[in-house]
């Protein structure tokens, strides 16, 4: 079993701010790459950011390019997301995923997932 839970998430004002924290347990493995994705009502999943295991390779999706920043904190077990300049189109509920692998924005590729934490951007 492999649990990540999400926190950080709340209401914000556009322009704002927010860091997202992922922290993954249970079972560990040797090395893995996590993301973030978003998920809006009535829309589908999109990619937001991923991470390599060593920090060495990021990924962004274009409409949050320049604005979050993904890090990672492996002695913890955790990921971040650091969300600058927030917009209301970022709204919806975020979730992190892991995957024994490289980083990816595809979605499908990742094997485990948390429940997600809401951020609401403010007009």
């Known amino acids: 079993q492999v649990q990540l839970v999400e926190s950080g998430g709340g209401l914000v004002q556009a322009g704002g701010s927010l860091k997202l924290s992922c922290a993954a347990s249970?079972?560990?493995?040797?090395?893995?790459?996590m993301g973030w994705f978003r998920q809006a009502p009535g829309k589908e999943r999109e990619s937001v950011a991923a991470?390599?295991?060593?920090?060495?390779?990021?990924l962004y999706a274009d409409s949050v390019k320049g604005r979050f920043t993904i890090s990672r904190d492996n002695a913890k077990n955790t990921v971040y997301l650091q969300m600058n300049s927030l917009k209301p189109e970022d709204t919806a509920v975020y979730y992190c995923s892991l995957r024994v692998g490289v980083a990816t924005l595809r979605g499908t590729l990742y094997n485990y997932w948390g429940q997600g934490t809401q951020v609401t951007v403010s007009s």
């Open positions: 249970g079972r560990t493995f040797s090395s893995y790459a």
């Open positions: 991470i390599s295991w060593s920090g060495g390779s990021t």
